[in-house]
């Protein structure tokens, strides 16, 4: 029982003493993306790497880091996919607007394919 205790708290982050800051830490483990895993947040992620972000987000909350400071070094360090809501920049202009693009294109499409169609006449036999 002693050793699942010990890996358990080896894998948690130390809690900040503050609530303040370990809200701030919980809200920033949710918002930033594991690396390995890629579809979930750091937050439920059990990976290696999961672990040590979550470290280094508490680390630098710690150090007096604002939020967007924590965003803006995981963002220059592991690029625009590490955070679950990129900023809108020159880079991303195509990852916010690609969905609007895409529903643009499919409404042109419905919308094209309606044509008027001529009302039935019946056939001079069928009368």
Same mark, same amino acid.
């Given at each position: 029982?002693?050793?699942?205790?010990?890996?358990? =708290?080896?894998? *948690?982050?130390?809690?900040?003493?503050?609530?303040?800051?370990?809200?701030? %830490?919980?809200?920033? #483990?949710? @918002? /930033?993306?594991?690396?390995?895993?890629?579809?979930?947040?750091?937050?439920?992620?059990? =990976?290696?790497? *999961?672990?040590?972000?979550?470290?280094?987000?508490?680390?630098?909350?710690? %150090?007096?880091?604002? #939020?967007? @400071? /924590?965003?803006?070094?995981?963002?220059?360090?592991?690029?625009?996919?590490?955070?679950?809501?990129?900023?809108?920049?020159?880079?991303?202009?195509?990852?916010?607007?690609?969905?609007?693009?895409?529903?643009?294109?499919?409404?042109?499409?419905?919308?094209?394919?309606?044509?008027?169609?001529?009302?039935?006449?019946?056939?001079?036999?069928?009368?």
């Amino acid at each position: 029982m002693s050793i699942a205790a010990i890996l358990i =708290a080896a894998l *948690a982050p130390a809690i900040l003493a503050d609530p303040a800051q370990e809200a701030r %830490a919980r809200a920033l #483990d949710s @918002e /930033i993306r594991c690396v390995q895993c890629e579809n979930e947040p750091i937050a439920q992620s059990t =990976a290696d790497i *999961a672990v040590d972000m979550r470290r280094l987000v508490r680390e630098r909350i710690a %150090a007096g880091d604002s #939020d967007a @400071e /924590i965003r803006s070094y995981f963002r220059t360090r592991y690029g625009d996919f590490v955070l679950f809501r990129p900023p809108w920049d020159a880079r991303t202009w195509a990852l916010w607007g690609a969905p609007f693009l895409l529903l643009a294109i499919g409404l042109a499409a419905v919308l094209g394919r309606r044509r008027p169609t001529e009302p039935l006449v019946p056939e001079e036999g069928e009368r």
